[in-house]
């Protein structure tokens, strides 16, 4: 057989060759419209990107931030306190320490940090202290808040943490701290200095950790998803049935916790989660729809008559969450023509079951949150916005063959922000041990469907209950 | 050839006008290209959209080295080949069959209208379309082909073959004995 052209094929070529024929109008409209959309994709990409890391950075910077000023603030307290040992008497009624006499020029800094202890405390007799002004005396469990407050900032200050901790046991009246000489001088505590003492450790322990630090989170969530959802004219008339079912699921994650304050603290993390939606298609007596009845499916079950795009041996199907391309025709299903039917489409797809649309995310969370009550029982308030990445997108029909994986949705963008709000309920297990159960409500703030036609949010609901380790 | 250097450089930096110049000056020869690969008019519309998409994000690679019109219309080929691919899967079927060619007048073939034939070739089976294209309008060679395609080389000659009998036998059927078959209706 011969490689060069014969002589039809000179003939086809040549006729062929110079063939041009003026392309419909609306192609051009169409190209445009697309490269508009490219061009929004592309900018909103762009802004999305650059508020993610806008948002790193400032969490980054506040939390080197507050750690930098948290050691600052430490030492010089320490560095200030040159303080005689307290009047027995007034450590016995704790709860109103009489003025203690100091050095006049130490006055101010003592102050100060009376102020600082004083924040760090809910004890009443210390705010009193505050208010006499006049009270410069450090007593037993100041000194013990200025010790575990101080053990935070550093190892390099634990010689001067245990200044104020000798000076509690020093009996002597004339004792200073700067001359620390034996360790086992706590031997001569008395018994109710001992109790206060752990009465003290036990308090702080949990004034510790309202203070700045790192948590770290593990939960997960049974969760129910639905969504929101707008679609244009046209693309509604060929639409699967909308029924306003979400689905059931279980997400979860990890968690980082940095506490910047007492009250506020930032949180990210990674979490995965499933959104979508359930359909089963109903007769639709007056939608532009294929109306033949679909008489085989069993009594109560759910099936559907939905008109599909077969062109090219494609078939695609119109369908809440975006077009749904079929890889297979799935099993059970039958494709019927519509005979007499106002659809755009030529065919309608026939099959009992239900169809679902299920979309994986993996979350990146952005989250402020702020203690509103701080017993053994925290209450916490949470919000904030997640960058949330489809990693999957599955569409399903189940019928009785059982559940076929029978395409994905197109048009489904990778990356989408969602906004989260909730309510955490904290338990204290132990001093660093504590469990959460929070529920939170998650809502797309974008269409996670490119298509203009198609305006598809998810949200879930979900009842996060995890382990919290701070350190 | 300047104006249009300008046109395209106007396009890779995204100006809509100069975009649509360009596809006013393109859009007929190239829906021309994508209708012989096609097995309908809408299928040539599809890719001649989907191909002039990849031309406009794409134009700010052409180095304006070789024909401008030559790199569109690889564009619109691959296009139309990718479609291809994805909508028929591909059975690595070897087809050696040799097929006896039909002899056919020029003349015949002279008289017949450049639209009448483009529907011929629009009616051949989708691989035989693709092969006769490749080999009769772009040139390619049977190793070409059977690289771009995945087919052997054998398969390639023989989906020729094959096309160019189809395509013959087409013709004689439709205007070879028109006057005879117009007597036996009388």
């Known amino acids: 057989m011969k490689e060069e052209l014969d002589n039809m094929d000179k003939i086809f070529r040549e006729k062929l060759e110079g063939f041009s024929e003026e392309p419909p109008v609306f192609l051009w ?23 993610v890391a806008a948002l790193l950075v400032f969490a980054f910077l506040a939390g080197w931030y507050f750690n930098e000023t948290a050691e600052k603030v430490t030492p010089r307290v320490t560095e200030s306190e040159t303080v005689k040992p307290a009047d027995k008497q007034n450590i016995i009624e704790r709860d109103i320490p009489a003025p203690v006499t100091t050095d006049i020029e130490k006055q101010n800094e003592t102050i100060e940090s009376d102020r600082l202890l004083a924040d760090a405390t809910k004890k009443r007799s210390i705010q009193k202290i505050q208010e006499e002004k006049t009270s410069t005396s450090v007593t037993d469990f100041e000194d013990k808040e200025t010790r575990i407050e101080i053990a935070t900032a550093g190892l390099n200050l634990m010689e001067k943490i245990e200044k104020p901790e000798f000076k509690v046991t020093a009996q002597e009246p004339s004792f200073t701290l700067t001359k620390k000489d034996e360790p086992d001088a706590s031997a001569e505590f008395l018994t109710w200095e001992q109790k206060m003492i752990d009465e003290n450790t036990r308090e702080l322990a949990r004034i510790t950790h309202e203070n700045s630090g790192w948590k770290l989170g593990l939960n997960v969530s049974p969760g129910y998803s639905s969504y929101t959802a707008k679609h244009g004219a046209t693309y509604a008339s060929n639409m699967t049935y909308e029924a306003n079912e979400g689905s059931a699921n279980l ?54 008559n939905t008109a599909v795009n077969l062109a090219g041996n494609r078939m695609a199907m119109n369908s809440t969450a975006g077009i749904i391309e079929f890889e297979e025709l799935p099993r059970g299903a039958e494709i019927a023509a519509n005979l007499e039917s106002a659809g755009t489409y030529a065919n309608s797809l026939l099959t009992s079951g239900e169809l679902s649309q299920v979309f994986d995310f993996v979350e990146i969370p952005l989250y402020l949150r702020y203690l509103v009550i701080d017993r053994k029982m925290d209450v916490e308030l949470v919000g904030g916005v997640n960058a949330g990445l489809v990693v999957g997108n599955n569409a399903y029909i189940n019928n009785e063959f059982g559940v076929q994986n029978i395409g994905k949705t197109l048009d489904i963008s990778t990356v989408n922000v969602s906004g989260t709000v909730g309510v955490g309920l904290n338990y204290a297990l132990g001093k660093n041990l504590s469990v959460a159960v929070e529920p939170r409500l998650n809502y797309y703030m974008n269409s996670i469907n490119r298509n203009s036609e198609v305006d598809f949010r998810p949200y879930r609901v979900g009842v996060y209950t995890g382990l919290y380790y701070e350190f | ?39 309908d008019r809408t299928e040539a519309e599809d890719n001649l959209q989907d191909g002039f998409i990849k031309v406009f994000s ?53 008289k017949i209208a450049a639209e009448d034939l483009l529907g011929l070739v629009q009616q051949l089976p989708p691989r035989y379309r693709m ?56």
């Open chain 1, 251 to 304: 997400s979860g994650g990890i968690s980082v916790q940095y506490k910047t304050g007492k009250r506020i603290s930032i949180e990210s993390g990674i979490y995965y989660a499933q959104n979508g939606q359930e359909t089963g298609s109903s007769p639709q007596l007056f939608a532009l729809r294929a109306e033949m009845d679909y008489a085989f499916a069993p009594a109560g079950k759910n099936y559907f």
């Open chain 2, 131 to 186: 092969v006769f294209n490749l080999f009769v309008m772009e040139g390619l060679n049977h190793q070409e082909i059977s690289e771009t395609m995945e087919i052997s080389v054998g398969t390639s000659k023989s989906n020729l073959a094959r096309a160019r009998d189809i395509l013959k036998r087409k013709v004689l059927d439709l205007y070879g004995e028109v006057e005879s078959n117009a007597n036996f209706l009388a």
């Open chain 1, 29 to 51: 409209d169409n190209i445009q419209a697309t490269l508009a959309g490219q061009r929004r994709k592309k900018r909103m990409a762009w802004y999305s990107w650059s508020a």
């Open chain 2, 58 to 110: 794409n134009i700010k690679n052409f180095r304006h080295e070789g024909s401008f019109e030559g790199w569109m219309r690889r564009i619109m080929v691959n296009v139309s080949l990718s479609k291809f691919r994805k909508q028929h899967v591909l059975y690595p079927v070897e087809d050696m069959g040799q097929y006896d060619s039909l002899q056919i007048s020029d003349d015949i073939l002279a």
């Open chain 2, 1 to 39: 050839l300047e104006e249009l250097k300008n046109i395209i450089n106007e396009c890779a930096s995204g100006n809509a006008r100069a975009q649509e110049k360009l596809y006013r000056m393109f859009a007929p020869k190239m829906f021309g290209v994508c209708l012989r690969y096609a097995k």
